[in-house]
Structure formats: C-alpha cells, structure tokens
C-alpha cells in the first residue's frame, strides 16, 4: 500500500493581503510545509500540488495570471513534484488526480490545504468516494468566518465543525505533531 501528500490550494489570494484571506494561513501553511518536508524525505514521489485556478472571474479571486493564483512559497513544488489543476472544489473532479494516484498504485493520502469548509471538505469526501484511505491533519488547514442571515460563523467554529464532521467516517483527523509522532514511531518499528 501506498500513501500519498494531497496538498490543496495553499496560494498566496488565502494569505494577508490576498483577495480571499483566511484566518491563520501562515501557521497552517506552516504545518504543511513540515508534513510536506517528511514526504520529501520519506514518500518524496508521491506529493500532489493542486492549484485552483478560476473558470469564472466572478469567483474574484484565484484570477489566471495574478500573483493570488500562485501557489505560496512555504510549499512551494520541486521540479519532480505533480500539479494538478483544478477549477472547482474537488481535487479530483474533473482533474488527473485519480488516474495519478492509481498509476502509482497509491491507496492511501494525507491531505492538508485550504480552504477547511469548502476545497478539503470536497476533496475529503470525494477521496473517500473513489475508495481512498485518508488522514487530513487538521492543523495544516485554514478556513475564514463564514455568515448566513444574521448568523456569524467565526473561523475557528468553521474549522472544527468540519473536521469534526470528517473524523472517523471519513477520514483520520489528526494534527501536525501526531502525524510527524506517528509515522516516527512507525520507522522506529520497522526498524
């Protein structure tokens, strides 16, 4: 069994100044970066960028040729690491992820990005859809306030009532140091 790094729309619009800013990208596109750092000395072909790139100008944000559309430097790819370009939610909707993933026998992911309620939830649910095993670490993960009428959502409620919803049924919620804990432990015995 293989397992590998989804990393979702980490660009530069999520961050301050960006056209869609979230609330704590830096620390969870920190996160990231250091689960992305393992991969690359545990797992390194199996790492997945995914970039969305906006279909639709009305989105506002995300625009082709902007600098918001690019991914952030915290986790920036290698020349050897796949992109994959999306223009709606799903990772995997009408994209080469699935067919990436199953080329390389892949059966497993640990999947971190943004935006927790909207893009990892989508991807989330559909990786499970297609037959994947997943662990999302929470903390490597942003989301922003959100309102409906006259309800306001802060961002952190935002983002635990979604990974809350994920946990157990669809995926493995964990954070950044249980994961690097675990998959320490997990070296340490097959050694």
Request: hydrophobic share 40%; aromatic share 8%.
């Amino acid at each position: 069994m293989s397992t590998a790094l989804i990393i979702v729309d980490i660009q530069n619009d999520y961050f301050p100044n960006g056209k869609m800013e979230l609330s704590n990208p830096v620390k969870a596109a920190s996160n990231a970066a250091k689960v992305l750092e393992w991969f690359r000395q545990n797992n390194k072909d199996n790492i997945f960028h995914v970039q969305h790139i906006a279909s639709n100008p009305g989105l506002g944000f995300f625009l082709p040729n902007t600098e918001g559309v690019q991914l952030n430097e915290t986790v920036l790819p290698l020349e050897h690491e796949s992109i994959i370009i999306k223009h709606a939610p799903n990772s995997f909707f009408k994209t080469e992820l699935e067919r990436k993933l199953r080329e390389k026998r892949v059966t497993k992911l640990v999947i971190v990005g943004m935006m927790t309620h909207m893009c990892i939830d989508a991807t989330v649910r559909g990786a499970v859809e297609l037959g994947f095993e997943t662990t999302l670490i929470e903390d490597a993960c942003a989301t922003r306030g959100l309102s409906y009428q006259d309800k306001v959502v802060p961002a952190e409620q935002v983002h635990f009532a979604f990974v809350s919803a994920l946990n157990g049924m669809y995926a493995n919620v964990i954070s950044t140091e249980d994961f690097l804990q675990q998959e320490a432990n997990t070296t340490l015995k097959n050694k």
